[in-house]
């Protein structure tokens, strides 16, 4: 046991996706998860109930005693916002090289090549990284990016903003501007099950305005970026997200990683990291 | 003509990327195949009673094999065709039976027995490999000749997204020369784990 890894709360199942008990890993461990009557249950390997939570249309536990309620998105609640179940994707990295990732924004350009980012509009503006005390989160704002598709509802290249937000080690919301109401953001999340400390499996979510696309549209949009950060995340090296430095040399670009990394060793979360520079 | 399209699908890649290079404009419908199931939905049945994807509109025609697909849209491109495809579209095939199901196994969990999966792909690639090799000794980069055919557009994918399915492309260099020489016609799209060739397209 190690409070500080499973007093946690982790995504394990998108609830309208269970329709048979089945096993998955939490945190290298078997676990059996269900629904019955519209509740949802998940066992340890012991037989013995874990808690649950079912928010954002996914099922949520934790092999520990979580000392607070998972985090909320507020804004995700507002009406004619579309909830988007984007399904999962296994992928064969630590869990923090994923969230990691998400926080990224100067490889759009070369991995999301004409939909995220292009050339020549490489650079990233400095913005705004702090580790929010109060509420024990990483927030990144005022992180501006060309993008010639910012979404499936995007009509043509716009300079987007973002906000990223760590409010747990192992997930991330993004708000960036919506492209049909660009007085409002849409809200992507990167959900990772951490299923061993080198794999995972990922439930992106979105909550988005887009009245002209179909469900199946935004899902195949989001599972196309997704897929495109696969192959790049697989064959990061070292394996482990290193949390000292020495290893890795970080550029202006990288201050949210910067400070995720930090926010990491600060708070004792070491599954998927590595301590020691090689 | 529409394309009912899954946009991870590496058979519904091979006919976008056909489209692709011969110009031909391709109407998409996204179909939420994962984690939907929506090409088992009343409305996809009614068009494919086998519940697969792709399937191609064209008019009154409807097609559902990627292989026939390919075929339709060169039916006027004599030059994206040879008299040796049918052994190459049949290998595709075998091509889609492994390394194909070792990538939906391991990308969005696919019940699968892994590892003859992999160890059949493995075959696979050798043949593909030691076939490449021969043709190069002849001074041929394609499956069939000089020029690439609908055999090349129905191997390449399932081949390109090896490492999708935990099998490496590594130990193969006629491969990957010959997914270089694909990767580089004129017209060419990307899927994602297929990347274009940005080196190329902007030389220093």
Partial sequence: ?278 | MILYDYVLSASCYKVRLMAALLGTPLTLRAVNFHPGREHKSPEMLALNPKGTLPILQDGDTVLTDSADILRHLTADHPEWQSSDDDRWLDFASDLNDSLGLARLHDVIGYAADIDTARAAGVTALRKLEAHLTEQRFEGLIFLTGKTPTIADIACFPNTALAPDGGVSLDPYPSIRLWMRAIRSLPGFIEMPGIHRLHELAHPA
């Fill in chain 1, 1 to 278: 046991m190690n409070a500080a890894i499973d007093n946690h709360w982790y995504p394990v199942a998108m609830i309208t996706g269970i329709d048979a008990p089945r096993e998955t890993l939490l945190l290298g461990k078997k676990i059996t998860l269900g629904r019955e009557d519209g509740t949802c249950w998940v066992l340890d390997a012991s037989g013995a109930e874990l808690p649950t939570v079912e928010r954002f249309g996914h099922l949520w536990t934790s092999p520990g005693q979580p000392n607070r309620d998972l985090f909320t998105i507020p804004e995700a609640d507002n009406p004619g916002r579309r909830l988007v179940d984007v399904g999962s994707v296994k992928v064969k990295c630590s869990p923090l090289r994923a969230v990691e990732n998400f926080l990224d924004i100067a490889h759009f350009p070369f991995v999301h090549t004409d939909i995220l980012g292009a050339e020549p509009h490489t650079e990233v503006d400095r913005y705004d990284v702090k580790i929010r005390e109060e509420v024990d989160e990483v927030w990144a704002t005022k992180v501006k990016f060309y993008q010639p598709q910012a979404a499936k509802s995007a009509a043509g290249g716009i300079t987007t903003e973002y906000m990223y937000r760590v409010p747990a080690p192992t997930c991330s919301v993004l708000y960036k501007t919506c492209p049909p109401r660009p007085g409002e953001w849409d809200i992507i999340t990167l959900f990772v099950q951490p299923l061993t400390d080198e794999w995972c499996e990922v439930w992106p979510w979105m909550a988005l305005y887009d009245d002209d696309s179909t469900m199946s549209e935004m899902v195949s949009f989001q599972q196309l970026i997704f897929m495109q950060d696969r192959s790049i995340l697989e064959n990061q090296i070292p394996r482990k997200l290193p949390l000292d430095p020495g290893m890795e040399v970080p550029t202006q670009a990288d201050m949210t990683s910067v400070a995720y990394r930090r926010w990491l060793k600060k708070i004792g979360y070491t599954y998927g990291a590595q301590l020691v520079a090689a």
